[in-house]
């Protein structure tokens, strides 16, 4: 469980997620990098679910960046058939590990400037079961995962509102566990055209 926020206008992209992590077997807290950058195409990555599999996705995707042939939409457009290829293999490994099928299961964001568009844009990405076929939803302005914590709240890019989102969401998250599943730091990736920057916004 994690928390994953996105706001996107026409020039700029925001994303939003926590750093708490934990080993699936020791189930030992750590601190885990969530929102990655490619930062000389003014791309980003983003995560909330299993850290292994979304590090598999930005390795590929940080390859397939240095081809010379190689823009925003063809990634955006493939990414969705690779996260099915690579999920039996994945789903294995979490079985034969004795997991819980909690672990099996992913949300990703990737985002950035389009230069063929002349805009930000991002799509978010969902896997859950092995017989389904992610879920490929284009990002038109904002998503909030988990979204429920966040029904009355009126989106914003300012750092207080932010943290004060996230808060709300790992509280959330946490009560409806039972145990602490969110939390620690509040990264920000933010993307505008020629830029690419993350922050940590501080404590959650």
Known sequence: MSILNVLLSADQL??????????????????????????Q?????????????????????????FRADFNLEQLMAELGRVIDQL??????????????????????????????????????????????????????GQLSSPGKPLQDWQPSMTTAQLLEAGRRQAQWLNDSMGRQVAGGHLLLG????????????GPI
Not at 41 to 65: C, D, K, N, P, V
Not at 190 to 201: H, K, S, T
Request: hydrophobic residues 50%; aromatic residues 8%.
């Open 41 to 65: 195409h003014q791309i980003l990555l983003a995560t909330r679910g299993s850290a292994q599999f979304f590090l598999r996705i930005y390795q590929l995707s940080l390859e397939a960046s």
């Open 190 to 201: 933010f993307l505008q055209r020629g830029q690419a920057v993350v922050r940590d916004l």
């Open 87 to 140: 999920w039996p293999n994945y789903a294995k490994a979490v079985a034969d590990a004795g997991l819980p099928a909690e672990y099996c299961s992913t949300e990703l964001v990737l985002g950035g400037w389009s230069p063929q568009n002349g805009r930000m844009m991002a799509t978010a990405y969902a896997k859950h079961d092995v017989a389904v076929p992610a879920v490929v939803q284009p990002i038109t």
């Open 14 to 39: 925001v994303v939003t997620v926590d750093t708490w992590a934990e080993d699936a077997l020791s189930g030992q807290a750590s601190a885990g990098a969530k929102v990655l950058l490619i930062p």
